[in-house]
DNA sequence: TTATATACGGAGGGTCCCTCCGTTTGGCAA
DNA sequence: TTGCCAAACGGAGGGACCCTCCGTATATAA
């Protein structure tokens, strides 16, 4: 009676986030090598956790995949102001459409399990796009003004360019090709208009 | 020595026909009532016949969406001829469109199976898209000759009106709306320019 | 009718899903 | 520090499914 009755109880305990951290680490994994097929025992097996305890975590399949998910998108995002507190403007865009190629190989594999479920799959792509719609335009935006790329250049764009690169992918060697688009994309980007 | 050393040897056997045929009904069965996940053994118990018998005729689970899809879309074929034969070109052509409801009802159950299998799907799709335009392309034709429906239209944009129909599907009461749009269509293409 | 190639059925071994519950352990109060 | 106990752990176990293998049954041909 004399405590207040929010939940704001103890602090949660440390190995129930370690574990919680492995078997997102785990998931990723095994989605990236066996595809989004791959067994939640191996997860869990990978994790170096009982099966159990991927289960308390996770109650459904759905769960494990949306965590990776939105980790992956939330990284993404943060890598963009990361890059720019260490690289100029123009560099820091360079390097993170080379992020961005990890980020699709992951969504690659993620996204076909989600659009394996049923309904629940939109909300999900959508907060992460506006995500992503932020961290390419702040990117650009900061290089257009430092004049590190040519000032017509729509930020959206860079992201529908980014994107179209990566349709046909799947082919061994994609990522290399893709690599080598995104530095001529950068030349372009450079070329004052 | 002295026999053709052809494969034609003795004729195949009447049960193992009966049981290939039941299971392919079973499957259809299956995959409309429960989706394109029913399992084998539930579509060897529908057919009543031992899973071993399944594996037999369908060494992969691939093998069997592709026998159910490849006879609905013959079946579908067919009927145009079929209609042909006992309606006039115009009832025919009408009779064929709700044909077709029924038809994308099953592929829409078939079709996202084949669609994750990798690979493999292209192929299939094509055969069965070459043949249902022949079957539209002959109904169009026919019922033009007779003067059922005015003369300007092109079999492929009546397939597409028909494709078109059935984006947005899976909702409840969309075959009724579905049938009644091709009630007006009907009523459209019979309007003489 | 007999011989035999064909086809049948389902037991069985392996994997996976998910639940349940006895055991362990980290956080906190005394 | 110590001891309590809620929180977290792990994995056995029941059920479903996948697929193989092989002994049994039967349709066809001689």
Do not use: C
């Not at 993404?76 to 560099?91: M, V």
């Not at 764009?157 to 061994?172: I, K």
């Amino acid at each position: 009676m004399s405590v207040e009755s929010g939940e704001a109880g103890r602090k949660p305990r440390a190995d129930g986030l370690r574990n919680r951290e492995r078997l997102v680490e785990a998931a990723k994994a095994g989605f990236a090598e066996t595809g989004p097929e791959v067994s939640l025992e191996e997860i869990a097996r990978r994790a170096g956790v009982g099966i159990g305890t991927l289960y308390r975590h996770f109650p459904t399949r759905d769960a494990i995949v949306e965590a990776v998910y939105r980790r992956e998108v939330q990284q993404l995002a943060d890598g963009a102001t990361r890059l720019l507190g260490s690289l100029s403007p123009g560099r820091a865009l360079h390097e993170w459409m080379r992020l961005f190629l990890d980020y699709i190989a992951t969504k690659k594999l993620v996204g076909p399990a989600l659009a394996a479920m049923v309904g629940g799959t939109s909300e999900l792509y959508a907060a992460s796009g506006a995500r992503i719609t932020e961290a390419v335009t702040l990117l650009v935006e900061r290089a257009v003004a430092n004049g590190d790329i040519r000032p017509d250049v729509d930020p959206m764009d860079v992201l529908r360019a980014l994107v179209g690169l990566t349709y046909g992918n799947s082919d061994p060697g994609w990522e290399a090709s893709a690599r080598r688009l995104i530095d001529i994309l950068m030349d372009g980007l450079r070329a004052q208009a």
